[in-house]
């Protein structure tokens, strides 16, 4: 297999280094209405560019819904390991939060929602002013 990609890539090679060489012929490209004329070198490379824009939005989307079907299948599987108590009482959202723990414990101690994270080391977050410089 590694021997016929070798041989492939190889082949495509000549052919695209012989299209850019030897395409200087003159080609007239017809579109809905309107002629361009342009070369046949153009013409080929604007063929491989489209090719390989192809390729990457098909390899992207082949990606994208293979990760999707793995998470699928994990949530599947977790929720088949938690059992049915787990969907009567779900569990809270995790926090996005740069101290994630610690902004939350803050938050459900002070009984409001703020999402700014509380730095640890700040004791006195209730009194210090961002703008003011610290003594």
């Not at 021997?3 to 492939?8: F, N, S």
């Not at 992207?60 to 088949?80: D, F, H, M, P, Y």
């Not at 108590?85 to 938050?107: D, L, W």
Request: proline share 7%.
């Amino acid at each position: 297999m590694i021997v016929l990609g070798v041989l492939l890539l190889v082949v495509v090679a000549v052919v695209v280094i012989a299209a850019v060489v030897a395409g200087d012929d003159p080609a007239q490209l017809n579109l809905v209405g309107a002629s361009i004329d342009t070369t046949v070198r153009w013409i080929f490379i604007t063929g491989a560019i489209s090719l390989l824009v192809f390729v990457a939005g098909v390899a992207l989307l082949t990606a994208g819904s293979r990760r999707a079907r793995g998470r699928r299948r994990e949530v599947k599987q977790l929720k088949a390991a938690a059992g049915p108590e787990a969907e009567r009482h779900p569990a809270p959202p995790p926090s996005r939060g740069e101290h994630g723990a610690r902004e939350t414990q803050v938050r459900e101690e002070r009984g409001r929602s703020s999402t700014r994270p509380v730095s640890p080391q700040d004791p006195d977050e209730q009194t210090h002013f961002e703008s003011a410089p610290r003594d």
